[in-house]
């Protein structure tokens, strides 16, 4: 009798990792901490224990030593748990990587941030009397629907967008170096060349459609495929969906039959 193969003691599949992008426009931990006050309403669950990426690349060159410690812990008391550095000076280097953090250098290394929550600087004293900070949440351009997000515009190089707990429509081009993300199906209502990651927290039932389909790379619930030699050409810049069939990554064609 035949024994079954042992399971491999790894396994490894694409993973995606979304984080919040916190863009620093001050290094003043008070500034810092009753802007966060403000934007979550004193909750100290409203990021759910995030991750969170540090994006210093707004601050000026002659801004005081950050002190990481510090800012970590404040993160940390918003449940925005810190993974990573964006856009640090190389001689942040060491005290960075001191804490734990790794260092993201902007070319896709960290998931996209959806919305990225800003910090803004103290603005410059009005006649009467200076104004308030401000801390402001950008959202990306969506439109929010039950159980879906809808995104009008291109989804340009280098941008990831990520549709949590639902489906992801796009009615625009998602170029080449984009990501688009979806814990449920994915649709997009034109041409996909980049990245498509459905069924992003594990549903094997999630599929991916396109309108003219010619991916850079495509996964559904972790297992993935690249194109590197080109999207099949029976197939390319065509109408077609992609699906899970066990652990083999399908690609149907979703043409309409002709009909007498």
């Not at 916190?22 to 009753?34: G, H």
């Amino acid at each position: 009798m035949s024994k079954s193969p042992s399971p491999q003691p790894i396994e490894i599949k694409i993973s995606t990792v979304v984080a919040v992008s916190a863009i620093l426009r001050s290094v003043d931990l008070a500034v810092i901490d009753a802007a966060l006050t403000r934007m979550t309403g004193g909750s100290p669950d409203f990021f759910d224990d995030e991750f969170a990426v540090i994006d210093v690349s707004a601050l000026a060159a002659d801004n005081p030593e950050i002190d990481w410690a510090q800012l970590v812990a404040l993160l940390k008391k918003y449940s925005l748990n810190a993974v990573a550095v964006r856009g640090a000076a190389p001689a942040m280097g060491e005290a960075i990587r001191a804490r734990g953090l790794s260092l993201d250098d902007g070319g896709g290394n960290h998931a996209r941030p959806l919305p990225d929550f800003q910090v803004a600087p103290t603005p410059a004293p009005a006649a009467v009397a200076p104004a308030p900070v401000e801390a402001a949440v950008v959202a990306a351009t969506a439109v929010a629907a039950p159980g879906t997000m809808i995104i009008d515009t291109p989804v340009r190089a280098g941008q990831r967008i990520y549709a949590r707990g639902c489906d992801l429509i796009v009615a625009a081009v998602v170029n080449n170096g984009a990501e688009i993300i979806a814990d449920g199906s994915i649709h997009v209502y034109a041409a996909l060349h980049g990245r498509a990651l459905a069924g992003a927290s594990g549903n094997a039932n999630a599929r991916i459609f396109a309108l003219a389909m010619e991916p850079e790379l495509v996964s559904i619930a972790g297992v993935y495929r690249t194109f590197d030699e080109g999207f099949p050409a029976d197939m390319a810049r065509k109408p077609a969906q992609i699906r899970l069939v066990g652990d083999r990554i399908d690609i149907q064609s979703i043409t309409p039959a002709t009909r007498a």
